[in-house]
């Protein structure tokens, strides 16, 4: 979702429409969203994306409609620690920090935070995006008390540097060792695939950046064109997924059906499979038309680690399956990563009930959620 925000933000800046965005930076207790979260306002205060909604969300909103008429870049503190009781709507129980700043199509370091996206955005390429918050401890919550008066110093607070790829490093924080040292972070950043505020320092001033990262997408790959995958190409591309559809039949692997899927691909199942690219990020699907074609796209996959790997049929079948593999000499602790049946148990029953119980077990595997799954083994 983030990836897409920030291509709707390179979008807005090429077309020479300024913006405003907030980023949630730092995160204590329960929040609503996690850090990294954002929002665009534009100058008629419409939203996309969101830092959480409600009141928090409101305060930020403010903010960005100040910053959009010329207030300078801030980080707004946004307290939900307030009594359940309250009508605040602020019960959340944690606090948030927000980056609040302006990206206008006048300023050349706009220009250049669009250009980085596009090219960090590209397929299997990766991204850091870097912004100044401001002076060392200005906006420590840490300790849940009001953040003190700092002495100022640094590059001014909404500062970017953008790093795409390992090498290429976009913008500048006004002092080459302090370039350095933001590189440095960020590859480490883009190492762990998760964002951080670190400090850095020019002279005698220290200042706090936030380093977001933009990984390559997560994967879907759909082996079948059924029912099932109309639905389920839909939500997962919703949910930030790259999908690709998988078809042996044209008249079903038929991008119209699939205006949301990266690709369609009408080839024989098999041939496919052998051929498929399967990474730490791929989620694969098995929801053909028949058992046969469910079977020889789970063999092809073994010893594959996919992020996710589930195939459609009732528990009777799945189990015949799974028997009949582990008699070919598959390794079971391979099949029990396997889920089949496929999905959480919501009981249900449409093709689209069916794609929703599916995405949403694969959602609970990569967040690590603890919704009861159909799987025999899983």
Not at 10 to 24: I, P
Not at 93 to 117: C, K, M, S, T
Not at 199 to 208: H, K, T
């Amino acid at each position: 979702m983030e990836r897409a925000l920030y291509q709707e933000l390179a979008n807005r800046l090429e077309s020479g429409q300024k913006v405003a965005m907030a980023t949630v930076v730092r995160s204590w207790g329960s929040t609503p969203r996690e850090v990294g979260a954002k929002m665009l306002v534009d100058p008629q205060g419409r939203i996309r994306g969101t830092i959480g909604g409600g009141c928090g969300e409101a305060e930020a909103w403010q903010v960005a409609r100040e910053v959009l008429q010329g207030a300078p870049a801030q980080l707004v503190h946004i307290d939900l620690t307030e009594d359940i009781d309250s009508d605040s709507g602020k019960v959340c129980g944690g606090r948030q920090e927000a980056l609040v700043e302006l990206l206008d199509p006048e300023d050349l370091r706009a220009r250049a935070l669009a250009r980085a996206i596009r090219e960090g955005c590209e397929p299997g390429r990766e991204l850091a995006l870097m912004a100044v918050l401001g002076p060392t401890g200005a906006g420590d919550w840490r300790q849940g008390a009001t953040p003190q008066a700092v002495p100022s110093g640094g590059p001014a607070p909404g500062t970017r540097l953008s790093l795409v790829g390992p090498e290429e490093l976009v913008g500048t924080l006004g002092d080459p060792q302090a370039d350095c040292l933001a590189l440095e972070r960020a590859r480490k950043c883009l190492a762990r695939q998760r964002p951080e505020v670190v400090s850095l320092a020019i002279g005698e001033a220290s200042f706090e950046v936030f380093i977001d990262v933009l990984v390559p997408s997560q994967e879907l790959v759909v082996a079948g064109a059924g029912h099932i995958a109309r639905p389920l190409c839909r939500m997962a591309s919703l949910c930030g997924y790259r999908v690709t559809v998988i078809d042996d039949r044209a008249e079903f692997a038929d991008p119209v059906y699939f205006p949301d899927a990266a690709e369609v691909v009408c080839r024989p199942f098999l041939d496919a499979f052998h051929s498929l690219e399967v990474g730490p990020r791929t989620h694969v699907v098995l929801v053909t038309r028949g058992h046969k074609h469910d079977e020889e796209c789970l063999r092809a996959m073994v010893g594959r680690e996919p992020a996710y790997l589930g195939m459609i049929g009732s528990r009777r079948r799945t189990r015949a399956v799974f028997q009949e593999l582990e008699a070919e000499g598959v390794d079971p602790g391979w099949l029990d990563r396997v889920r089949a049946p496929i999905g959480i148990d919501l009981g249900a029953e449409t093709p689209e009930e069916i794609a929703v119980a599916i995405l949403a077990e694969m959602i609970a595997v990569r967040r690590g959620g603890k919704a009861p799954s159909l799987s025999l083994r899983g």
